[in-house]
């Protein structure tokens, strides 16, 4: 049985939420984190990692993608698709839901000046992460390039201002002496 958010229904529910207009800027809301540190029935402490997390079983919410949405489903849809029902329609679902999601990212990075504000990427999965990641390096790079810029600008202004302050102290001690 597949996780409750790799159902036709919930993956249309998220397509609706991701464009919805109120969610322009934002991504559909992400589960609950799971408590950090578990203990086995010997006492043991472990951490528990996806496919094993709530998020990844049938007790998910059913409308909130894990942060590994897209690697589960790809290794469910290839090595059990016979199990989850519509298949070919929960694969056009999450094709669309990803490029959905990949344009929200551009655009929320685009939208960065170099100011130092920042954006927010709650709800993205690490799939979406990596395959931005070369966009964003870009972006900031290309930020990293204009702060320079507006640096070396700054700098420049300052020996200015300082030259013209040397300059004018020059001529003050200059009427001194006549």
Known sequence: MPPPWLLVESLQDILETETHKD???????????PAQ??????GRAFYTSPPFVESCTVNAVPTALPYHWFEVSEI?????SDDIPESDK?????????????AKMRRQVERLSGDGEGTRLDG??????????????GVVDGLRKLDASREQE???REEAERDNQRY???DDEDDDMT
């Open 37 to 42: 540190r578990q203990t086995d029935y010997s």
């Open 76 to 80: 469910l849809l290839e090595a059990a």
């Open 23 to 33: 969610f322009t800027e934002s991504f559909s809301p992400p589960p609950s984190i």
């Open 154 to 156: 700054r700098r420049e």
């Open 168 to 170: 004018n102290d020059e």
């Open 90 to 102: 929960v694969r056009q679902l999450l094709r669309d839901i990803r490029e959905v999601r990949l």
């Open 124 to 137: 993205v999965g690490a799939m979406e992460v990596s395959e931005s990641r070369g966009f964003m390096v």
